[in-house]
């Protein structure tokens, strides 16, 4: 259920907004509270509903507590987020969680009694490649072997890939990609939540921002994976398949992302969530950040002692991670500087 914050000034002027959800699970959020719930349940307490800060369905950061232009945005940063502590008292829920904050919003949602978390995603970063051959050349000599190997091994049951975007996503395709949709999110995650006419709204509406990598064989669609184009990232989402081939997740979904955004000259993509295998195909770990107040004091104690825990354990791992990632040794772990 929507809940959405507007900050007005003195004169009604819209100056200030916060996406927010009354929500009565924890289902597509990405970064996971489930054992929260049930611990507060266990002991006799109520989890849910809660309030959701997000883009649904989107683990990708970006501004949650978001000024109007011109707008005091410090100051309205902090309206915001004092905002929500009042919504949460005002429908006596149990916790406010906002997901994938820029670190701009984590701090002014900290100020307010806010729990910090900390979690691991993969981004691909563009140092300038002129092609995929080229970023091929920064990895080490085993690693781009092994990538060598795996596109080809990936395509060798007679399946071409196909970019699809714009005007070449027809109904056909997309009828196509819903299939692959259900398999695997029934098989996954047991409850896929997108309908059919959600693809046809995004290809009617931001059909050029839209970027379908599409596996055929034998002349039918057998794979594909969803992507969003940004300005300068680009954002992997759901994938799905009805035949399964050695490597070909890979293919549709890491190694046709970076090929795509090198040839459009984007500085990024985000892979989505989770994914440790995504480090071998040249994707560095990157901190997302998340906030959280709870409510009840003596579980808020217990989370926020489980919380700085858990961020040692994510600062450690990126070290690890970024350290064993698959570029030569005088490249290992460096992303480029961000704009």
Known sequence: MPQHLVLQDDEGAVIGVCPAYLKSHSQGEYVFDHGWAEALQRAGGRYYPKLQVS??????????????????????????????????????????????????????LGAEGFLPRTDQQFHWHNRGYGDYEAFLEDLASRK???????????????ISIHWLTGRDLTEEAWDAFYGFYLETGSRKWGRPYLT???????????????????AKRAGRWIAGAINFIGSDTLYGRHWGAIEHHPFLHFEVCYHQAIDFAIQRGLKTVEAGAQGEHKLARGYLPVTTRSAHYIADPGFRAAVANYLASERRYVAELGTELAQAGPFRHDLSGTVPDEP
Do not use: C, N
């Not at 369905?57 to 501004?63: E, L």
């Open 55 to 108: 883009v649904p369905f989107t683990p990708a950061a970006g501004p949650r507590l978001m000024a109007a232009p011109g707008a005091p945005t410090q100051a309205v940063r902090g309206a915001l987020a004092g905002g929500l502590v009042t919504l949460a008292q005002m429908r006596r829920v149990s916790s406010v969680h906002a997901t994938f904050l820029t670190p701009e919003d984590a701090d002014a």
């Open 196 to 214: 059919r006419a959600f693809y046809s709204l995004i290809s009617e509406r931001m059909a050029d921002d839209v970027l379908l990598v599409m």
């Open 144 to 158: 781009r072997k092994a990538i060598r190997r795996e596109r080809r091994e990936a395509l060798e049951a007679g």
